[in-house]
Each structure stands twice: as structure tokens, then as C-alpha cells.
């Protein structure tokens, strides 16, 4: 758990357009933490212009200690702008009362008020603070009658203390008391917010004091006429999107109560706007200009007063009692794989252009990461290396590449950056190769990582390209973008030879991060040669999980097993420089040891052109894409809410019952996707496919059988606790050293639903 609360923020109107804020909670400074918290931080965003500590006033040497241990904190950060990062490191100290700003730079002080309600907008969101269902399954029904698809539930934020107690200071900078002796919270579940603020007013006053705490629900609590509150006290509401509780306040109690002393945490301004509420509002989180990364408004309905869409749809209403639901148990829902939404054309086009050929094997990999970036390994693995030295394999990106070098690529190009990996770097001189010619100048290549400050002179005009093989999130490219900020001369072009993002929404966030600059919105060119929604999972990978669990397991085998050891080669072999990845064998064989391979005419290919000509991972990379393109979709897919499962339907693998697109399947999941315990009957289904599995386990319809009971045992499929005993005293029947060996295994998953 961090000690720190850090997240960057974006300023419109300053030199520093972006800056990175460190929150530092506690008195004394954690060294060793805060570089992994750091590193941790930057491993996931880009360098931003400026550093802003924000440190409490007991902390006398807090700078000092920063700026003694400066190498030590931020070797984290990528070194492609060291000097300006030592110039642009800023120092805010707070007490019980305020952030004294008066002595940092103009525009970060006249902004501070929206660094810090980003701040507070970003624990709210990241930690899924927006409580959303689809509107056709179910919606929710507020204490005061209304009815929405969506509602801020301040609870589910309430993880990390550093955030809480960003929170919790916040708060008390709102109030003016000279003593406050009660503090009353709307919910139970933001009383730590309550203790946060008592633990910082104690930490700022001479004379140890207990603050009384209360908390009761905020329709049977405060709108109680009856309810007596105490003097000095504070008020503090969870969550609002009309501020109808603070003006029943000062209507009902205002003789014990003012408003003054009524806080209101998080905002959604979707009823009449109220003067009242927002001077009483820590964190207003609609999006705008100086809340980027706010919320949109979403639909309310006043069931008395106007007919409820959700309702008219038959979805069922979840009622809201303070912070606890309605629910007698989960809504599962489970979804089929419809080819016409989700086996998309561009899905099949990609893999068909990629996939395996006699002259160069597939380049489309699982498990496996450039050794030069510094980062975890990913899910699915595009070896662009290969592509471009034998670019004649793929003529229509070939053709399709040198069209766009020709159209979007000037003569006056005098530098090309690429990204630090070698299909990047092969692709930079192949570009050069195509232009030199047309120019009277020296082209330049640099690495990224070599990139530094005085290495391409400011006053540069003309045009920079930078060049990427794939990205999967274009942190680099927005490292890139804010480095060339500065040069008011140039022009950059982003070329891209794969843009592998999960999804058109951070697609498209990217490109207009990266195309804004000094002349609007249009300011820079990004170009891209092939683009593919891919999975870009980068934790829990399957093939991780089996390395780990099958070592676990080796270590508490009385005897050697040729099997495991074998299995655990195989997978530690994906990382070495010859093979890159996992291409074949991948999945586990069938019972009779023979590699699983795809039968004809299959939806998820264009024609049979693929049979005998296709890896296993080349069918690994085409699920893996369909099913992201389920988890994209948020009406009717796979994407996942906090009250309802959506599954994948067990009748999946009796409609695609190739053992190998079965075992892709059980793979690409999702573990919450193939969590069938929430669900008898849905479980029970899966439970008849397992049974018909083992009867014919030596036939085509069991071939995936040992997939299926590695899932089993992994936990990553999982079933009823009534339906384990039955299944167990199946495979019990099962003459298979390696079943017999996940029996016990999946024996403790059992014991676990008990």
C-alpha cells in the first residue's frame, strides 16, 4: 500500500501544462518508498513538465531530503529530460487550515484549485467511484425515487490511506471552525475520512482532543426533523447530484446547523445548478476544460413525475439503501460469441495478413517482451522485427507502407526518433532508404532512450518523424510529444507501422493528445499502417500463472514427472531470442498426446486458405481479439459492472467445439468471466459440457479435456460447490497421470467454496 498519493493533472492556461502531484501524508519521508512509488507511477504515464510535492509544514527538511536523494527518488523517471525535470520540482506545505501557495510559481498558484479537485476527481474514478449498469439488465433506484443506469457511491474509492487522507485534508480546509468536537457522516463507510481528519487535527494541535464520530443514513439520519446535533460540529456527505440534502439542512435544522459546516464530497451536477451546493462542494467532478478527466452527466428519472426508460425496457430496479443494495443475489448474465458483432473483418484481415507462412513462421506471439524496454511482458506479442526484414512476405502492408511513406513522409525530414525497440529501429531505416534520395541532407536516426535535450537544436524548423513498430498504449509517443513541446519551428509526424490499442476510445484519446499543439488541435500528423484492438493484458498472463503453478507443483511431487518438466521447458523456452514468444504448443495436448490443430471452416478465419497453414497462437491472438471486443462492448458483452457477472455462455464450447478454439477460450478469459459458482444453473450447464467432455475425452469433442481441467484446478473455471464432488468422481474414472495429478487440486478448490 502506497504512502504517497500521486496523479498528474492538466493545466490549460500555464507553461506547465501538465505537471505529476506527490501528496505526502506523513510527517517523516520514506525514501525507499517513495522511488517505487514513483517508478511504479511513471511505468504507467509519461514524464510530465513539472514535479509538485506536496508536504506537510512539520516537515521542516522535507526539500532538503528531496533534493539529497534526488538520484535515489526519481531513477524511475525515463532520463530523456533530466535537466528540466531538477529545474521544475515545486514545494507546497499544508497545515490543519490550508496549501500555502504563496511562495510557488503564478501559474501553478492560480490553478491550484483545479490541480487539486483533479486530484480528488482521480481517486474517484480510477477506483470506480461511477457505479454503472447497462440500463437493460438492471438500474438503480435512489433513496429519494429517482432512477438511473449510473450512481456515485463514494464507498468503493475508500482503498488507499495516502487517497484518504488527500481526501481528508482537503475536507478540513473547507471548514473555518477554531474547534470542531463532532463529526457527522452521512454513511458508515466514510468514517474514514472522519478519522483521517481527527488524526490530522491532532497532529496540528498542542492540547490532544477526541473527536466524537457519528455516521447513520442519510434519509432515516439527517432527514429526521427530530435528530439533535451538537455544537461545533461538521457535516460531511458522501456523495450528490442535486445538493438536495444540504438545502433540507438549512431548511429543517438550520437553528443546530449551518451550512457553512456542510460538505458535500463528490459532485455531479445533473439537477438545476444550486449556488448553495456548490459553495459547499469539495470535489465537483463534472468534465471540462479544468477537469479533463471529470464525468459526463448521465439520465435521472423521477418515477413520479415522468415515465423511467430502464423501467419501460423491463430492466429490473435495484434499490439504493444507504451504502448496501437490494440484492438478493448477483445478476448473471452470459453472452455467446455473435459472429456478425464481434468476429469482425479487420480481426480476420490481421490475422490472415500476419499468420503463419513456410518462409518466416507467424509473428504473432503470446508471452514474450522486447529485452530493450524495461517492462512486463504481454499477453499477446507482435514480433514486428520479423515483418519488416522480410517485408516481401506481406505485400499488402508492404504496399500499403511505402503508399503512406510516400504521401505522409516530407524530403525535408532531417530527423527521424524511434521508439527502443528493433522493429522500430528497422523501421526508421527502411524509411530513411525510401527518402534519402529525394533530399540534400543528412538524415539522422536517434533512439528514444538516447534522446537529450540539447541533441536537436530548438531553433530546428522543418519536420521531426517519429516512428513506432507497435504501441499498445502510446505512453512513448506522449513522452515524445511533450519533449518536442518547446520547438515552436517544427512539425512532428507520428508514424505507425501497428496500433494494437484495446479500444477506439484510447485510440482515440491518443491521437488527440498527441495532435495538439501551438496551432490547435491539428498541430502534428499521426499516421498508422495497421491498427487491431488487441487485449493488452500485461499482468496475470495465462501462460505466467501455468509456469508458476506448475514449479509449485513439481515441488510437492514425491517423484520426478516427465510431463511437467517437459510443460515448464516448453513455456520457459518462450523467452529466449530464437523463438520470441509461443507460437505452437502453447496449449496443452489432447489425452493422447497429440497437438491440438484447427479443423476447416471456421468462423473465425475468411476462407480455409489457414488450414494446415496457422500456429496455435495465431488462433490464440484471434480469440484473444474477439473476446475484447466483447469486453468493449457495454451494452450487451462482456464488460463487467460491480452487481452484475457477465459471463461467457457454457454453450460457447458446444457451438465452437474445436479443442483448440476451446482452449483459446478458456485462455483469453477472464477469470470473473468464467466464474459459473454465482450461477447453479449456468454452472450445471458447464458441469453437462465437462461430463460429455470426459465420456468422449479420446474423441474430437474431449480434445481440449486437460485444458479444461487445468482451469479447473488453476481456479480460473469455476463451478457450483454443489457440482465439484460430481466432477471429481468422474475423473476419478479418468487413467491419466497428469489428471490424476490436478484432481487433488482442484479437491482444495472445492474445499475452499465450502
Known amino acids: 500500500m502506497g504512502k504517497c498519493f500521486i496523479f498528474n493533472a492538466k493545466i490549460t492556461k500555464s507553461e506547465y501544462k501538465e505537471i505529476t502531484v506527490i501528496f505526502v501524508p506523513d510527517i517523516t519521508l520514506d525514501v ?12 504507467e504515464h509519461y514524464q510530465t513538465e513539472a514535479i509538485l510535492f506536496l508536504h506537510c509544514l512539520l516537515a521542516t527538511d522535507f526539500k532538503k531530503q528531496i533534493e539529497s536523494n534526488s538520484q535515489k527518488i526519481f531513477i524511475g523517471i525515463p532520463k530523456i529530460e533530466e535537466t528540466s525535470l531538477t529545474k521544475n520540482i515545486f514545494y507546497i506545505t499544508y497545515n490543519q487550515n490550508k496549501f500555502n501557495t504563496n511562495h510557488i510559481v503564478k501559474s501553478i498558484r492560480n490553478n491550484f484549485n483545479f490541480i487539486i479537485n483533479q486530484g ?25 425515487g429517482k432512477h438511473s443506469a449510473k450512481f456515485l457511491r463514494t464507498a468503493n474509492i475508500l482503498v488507499r490511506k495516502s487517497e484518504i487522507d488527500f481526501i481528508a485534508l482537503n475536507t478540513l480546509h473547507k471548514f473555518n471552525l477554531s474547534e470542531i468536537k463532532n463529526i457527522y457522516c452521512d454513511t458508515l463507510s466514510i468514517n474514514v475520512i472522519a478519522y483521517s481528519i481527527s488524526q490530522f487535527i491532532n497532529r496540528y494541535s498542542e492540547n490532544l482532543s477526541n473527536t466524537n464520530i457519528e455516521s447513520f443514513k442519510s434519509y432515516d439520519g439527517l432527514y429526521n426533523k427530530n435528530t439533535k ?16 440534502i444540504i438545502q433540507y439542512l438549512k431548511d429543517n435544522h438550520g437553528h443546530n446547523i449551518h451550512s457553512n459546516n456542510v460538505i458535500v464530497l463528490y459532485f455531479l451536477p445533473i439537477d438545476k445548478q444550486n449556488m448553495l451546493v456548490e459553495e459547499n462542494v469539495l470535489c465537483n467532478l463534472e468534465i471540462n476544460s479544468n477537469n479533463p478527466f471529470g464525468l459526463e452527466k448521465f439520465e435521472q428519472y423521477k418515477s413520479s413525475e415522468e415515465n423511467c426508460k430502464f423501467c419501460d425496457n423491463n430492466s429490473t430496479p435495484i434499490k439504493i439503501l444507504g451504502d448496501s443494495f437490494s440484492l438478493d443475489e448477483p445478476i448473471v448474465n452470459t453472452h455467446n460469441i455473435v459472429a456478425s458483432k464481434y468476429i469482425s473483418k479487420e480481426i480476420k484481415d490481421f490475422v490472415e495478413l500476419f499468420k503463419y507462412n513456410d518462409d518466416n513462421g507467424t509473428v504473432l506471439k503470446v508471452s514474450y517482451n522486447e529485452a530493450s524496454i524495461k ?18 512476405l506481406y505485400k499488402k502492408h508492404k504496399d500499403k507502407l511505402n503508399s503512406y511513406i510516400n504521401q505522409y513522409v516530407p524530403a525535408s525530414i532531417k530527423y527521424i526518433i524511434h521508439l527502443n525497440d528493433n522493429g522500430s529501429r528497422l523501421l526508421s531505416e527502411y ?8 533530399t540534400n541532407h543528412e538524415i539522422k536516426i536517434i533512439n528514444q532512450s538516447e534522446l537529450k535535450e540539447d541533441i536537436i537544436p530548438i531553433e530546428t524548423p522543418g519536420s521531426i518523424l517519429i516512428v513506432g513498430s507497435c504501441i499498445t498504449n502510446g505512453k512513448n509517443l506522449l513522452y515524445l510529444s511533450r519533449f518536442f513541446r518547446n520547438y515552436e519551428n517544427i512539425r512532428l509526424i507520428y508514424f505507425v507501422a501497428i496500433n494494437r490499442i484495446s479500444d477506439t476510445v484510447k485510440q482515440r484519446e491518443l491521437k488527440n493528445n498527441i495532435k495538439i499543439g501551438l496551432y490547435g488541435l491539428d498541430n502534428s500528423t499521426y499516421v498508422e499502417i495497421e491498427s487491431i484492438h488487441c487485449d493488452n493484458t500485461n499482468k496475470n498472463i495465462s501462460w505466467d500463472l501455468e509456469l508458476d503453478f506448475l514449479k509449485e507443483l513439481r515441488g510437492k511431487l514425491d517423484k520426478k514427472n516427465q510431463f511437467v518438466n517437459d510443460r515448464i521447458s516448453i513455456i520457459e523456452d518462450f523467452d529466449s531470442l530464437d523463438k520470441k514468444g509461443g507460437d505452437n504448443n502453447i496449449f496443452y495436448p489432447n489425452i493422447k498426446n ?11 478465419f475468411n476462407n480455409n486458405e489457414y488450414h494446415n497453414n496457422i500456429t496455435q497462437s495465431d488462433v490464440y491472438f484471434t480469440i484473444s481479439c474477439v473476446l475484447n471486443n466483447m469486453r468493449n462492448n457495454k451494452e450487451s458483452g462482456l464488460f463487467q459492472t460491480n452487481f452484475v457477472r457477465n459471463l461467457l455462455d457454457p454453450s460457447i464450447f458446444n457451438r465452437f467445439n474445436d479443442g483448440i478454439i476451446q482452449a483459446a477460450i478458456l485462455r483469453a478469459a477472464k477469470d470473473e468471466e468464467l466464474n459459473y459458482s454465482f450461477s447453479f444453473k449456468n454452472s450445471a450447464d458447464m458441469l453437462m459440457l465437462l461430463q460429455t467432455m470426459i465420456k468422449h475425452r479420446d474423441e474430437y469433442q474431449g480434445e481440449a479435456i486437460i485444458e479444461f481441467i487445468f482451469a479447473l484446478a488453476t481456479g480460473r473455471l469455476k463451478l457450483h460447490k454443489s457440482h465439484y464432488s460430481i466432477l471429481i468422481d468422474a475423473l476419478k474414472e479418468i487413467d491419466n497421470e497428469l489428471i490424476n495429478l490436478y484432481i487433488d487440486l482442484i479437491k482444495d478448490i472445492h474445499k475452499k467454496c465450502i
Not at 482521480?122 to 437493460?136: A, H, Q, R, T, Y
Not at 514480433?383 to 519488416?388: A, L
Not at 490443430?597 to 468462423?603: G, L, Q, T, V, W
Request: hydrophobic share 35%.
Open 431 to 438: 524509411i530513411k532508404a525510401k527518402i534519402e534520395c529525394y
Open 32 to 43: 525507499n518508498s517513495l522511488n517505487k512509488e514513483i517508478t511504479e507511477h511513471f511505468s
Open 594 to 604: 497429440e497437438k491440438l490443430e484447427i479443423r476447416k471452416n471456421s468462423a473465425f
Open 120 to 144: 480528488l476527481t482521480d481517486v474517484f474514478v480510477k477506483n470506480g467511484g461511477l457505479v454503472e449498469s447497462n440500463g437493460i439488465s438492471h438500474h438503480f433506484i435512489f433513496p429519494s
Open 375 to 392: 517492462r512486463k511482458k504481454y499477453d499477446l506479442y507482435i514480433d514486428y522485427e520479423k515483418i519488416i526484414t522480410k517485408l516481401d
Open 229 to 244: 446535533f451538537s455544537s461545533n460540529s461538521i457535516f460531511i456527505v458522501s456523495a450528490s447530484t442535486s445538493g438536495g
